[in-house]
């Protein structure tokens, strides 16, 4: 089964998902679109140390994992709307030193969270998947 994936919506409609993957370099943005389709593919049977969670304190965010010598630590819910059947991507964010960038993603992730469930039609998109440019020959 395919699980859905979905990006947070801010009030002003923008993917803020989108955004921060779009400031991704491109090696990076290789990797993350590869943990995002395995995602996708697998949902909760993902291979251990992939999709990591819940994180202590927050009980309903999860992080994806792609290592590097920058850490890409995206964060996401599963649902909030289907469970069972989806996952919403809610910030981007990086770890460095065991320390998150921005250091308060994961309350952030939780607020964006509540906002979704709230407004699930306004306030998620289907996930924009950020291609890795390519050269020109």
Known sequence: MAW???????????????KWTLGLQKGYLGKLNSKIDLLEQHGMGLLPNMLEGPLVGYPNTYKLTCKGRVQLRPMLCRGPVKNDQEFTFLIGATER???????????EAENRRLEVLADSKNRRRAHEKVGVPRKNP
């Not at 859905?4 to 989108?18: H, I, Q, T, W």
């Open 97 to 107: 030193d065991w320390e998150y960038v921005p250091s308060n993603a994961p309350k």
């Open 4 to 18: 859905e994936l979905f990006d947070y919506v801010n009030a002003r409609s923008e993917n803020e998902f989108k």
